[in-house]
């Protein structure tokens, strides 16, 4: 592990092969696939509370994705940690309180890039690069994504400072 506790992606094959499953069905369909079998059915989904259903996840990538925008993973820059499933800052609730979450959480820290045109006014740039977080828990066997979005810090704010969303910080 580095000195953060982290492990590099290669370090869990079936973490990696999961991720590079979803990423895949995503960005090849654009959105449109079934994206259900990689989601928790509560998932705290880019600063939601944690009730995002799977038509809002879907809109979210349809419209993102099959609007011309671009995702992309690096996922041999990617680093990841166990976590227990106890509620605390670093655990979202909706992993802790998993409905069938057997097992530890899988923090992921991916190195990501997207461009999006219809990006939130509160952010404004087109492009965003940088640190990407995910947490998955198994659900039904399977590693499930119960946690997605951008780190504030490493990833919107770090390549796009002019945010309103970065504003005095």
């Given at each position: 592990?580095?000195?953060?506790?982290?492990?590099?992606?290669?370090?869990?094959?079936?973490l990696?092969?999961?991720?590079?499953?979803?990423s895949?069905?995503?960005?090849?369909?654009?959105?449109?696939?079934?994206?259900?079998?990689?989601?928790?059915?509560?998932?705290?989904f880019?600063?939601?509370?944690?009730?995002?259903?799977?038509?809002n996840?879907?809109?979210?990538?349809?419209?993102?994705l099959?609007?011309?925008?671009?995702?992309?993973?690096?996922?041999?820059?990617?680093r990841?940690?166990?976590?227990?499933?106890?509620?605390?800052?670093?655990?979202?609730?909706?992993?802790?309180?998993?409905?069938?979450?057997?097992?530890?959480?899988f923090?992921v820290?991916?190195?990501?890039?997207?461009?999006?045109?219809?990006?939130?006014?509160?952010i404004?740039?087109?492009?965003?690069?940088?640190?990407?977080?995910?947490?998955?828990?198994?659900?039904?066997?399977?590693?499930?994504?119960?946690?997605?979005t951008w780190?504030?810090?490493?990833?919107?704010?770090?390549?796009?400072?002019?945010?309103r969303?970065?504003?005095?910080?």
């Amino acid at each position: 592990p580095s000195a953060d506790g982290t492990l590099p992606l290669s370090a869990n094959a079936e973490l990696q092969s999961a991720l590079e499953r979803w990423s895949r069905s995503l960005i090849s369909s654009r959105g449109r696939d079934d994206l259900a079998p990689y989601y928790a059915e509560v998932v705290q989904f880019h600063g939601s509370s944690g009730a995002n259903s799977m038509f809002n996840i879907r809109t979210y990538w349809r419209t993102g994705l099959g609007g011309g925008g671009e995702r992309e993973f690096d996922w041999q820059r990617t680093r990841f940690r166990e976590r227990e499933p106890s509620l605390s800052e670093s655990n979202s609730p909706a992993c802790v309180n998993a409905a069938g979450g057997v097992g530890r959480i899988f923090e992921v820290r991916a190195q990501a890039r997207e461009v999006r045109v219809d990006r939130n006014p509160d952010i404004g740039c087109h492009e965003l690069r940088g640190l990407y977080l995910l947490r998955l828990r198994r659900i039904g066997g399977a590693l499930t994504i119960c946690h997605e979005t951008w780190s504030l810090r490493d990833g919107i704010c770090a390549s796009c400072p002019t945010a309103r969303v970065c504003q005095g910080r």
